[in-house]
């Protein structure tokens, strides 16, 4: 299955969490005045893949949950405020 048609297979629950938790990155990485590229680079990301990530295209390991919370300067737990119901 190609990659354009992967993200309509997935549920529109899972779409719309992806994409609030990338605008949950989005919101901490502009209170603290980083690029995008900084961001990425901190986290040991390719820019594109993180630029992804916050458009809600992109899924992260765990393993990259924590090295963004480092990245950034917050608790991992952080980047989780305000998105669970």
């Known amino acids: 299955m190609p990659n354009a048609s992967a993200d309509s297979a997935l549920d529109p629950t899972v779409l ?10 989005r919101d901490l990485r502009t209170a603290a005045k980083r690029t995008q590229a900084d961001v990425a680079r901190a986290a040991g990301l390719d820019r594109a893949f993180y630029v992804n ?11 990259k949950l924590f090295t963004l919370a480092d990245a950034l300067g917050v608790d991992v737990e952080e980047l989780f405020t305000g998105l669970m119901r």
């Open 16 to 25: 719309a969490r992806r994409q609030a938790f990338g605008q949950r990155l």
């Open 53 to 63: 990530v916050e458009g809600g295209k992109n899924n992260v390991s765990l393993d």
